[in-house]
């Protein structure tokens, strides 16, 4: 059974950070371009992050308004994927939402809330 399951989401000041994790299981996770979206009320799904999986160095990549403040990582040994976010602004509230896609798969978590506000 495929899962992603999300945490690390909250509420946050201004100015500050939080770390989600993303931990999968059923697949294999190795493979797979983990991507972190987001949605904020009224919204439409944005893609925020993702990096890439295979062989080789994982690369990233970056929507231009996170860009600078936000990190995607992953460890593959733990099936974990990361997104630090730093210099939170209250347009970065939104549910965040992990993403794991290879070839024709495609899952996804059931979100995280992240609210910054003061």
């Known amino acids: 059974q495929v899962q992603l399951v999300e945490s690390g989401g909250g509420l946050v000041q201004p100015g500050g950070s939080l770390r989600l994790a993303c931990v999968g299981s059923g697949f294999t996770f190795s493979r797979y371009v983990m991507s972190w979206y987001r949605q904020a009320p009224g919204k439409e799904r944005e893609l925020v992050a993702s990096i890439s999986g295979g062989l080789g160095d994982a690369e990233a990549d970056y929507a231009d308004s996170v860009k600078g403040r936000f990190t995607v990582y992953r460890d593959n040994d733990v099936k974990k994927a990361y997104l630090q976010m730093n210099k939170l602004t209250p347009t970065d509230t939104a549910v965040y939402y992990c993403?794991?896609?290879?070839?024709?798969?495609?899952?996804w978590g059931q979100g995280t809330q992240v609210t910054v506000s003061s």
């Open positions: 993403n794991a896609k290879w070839m024709a798969n495609n899952y």
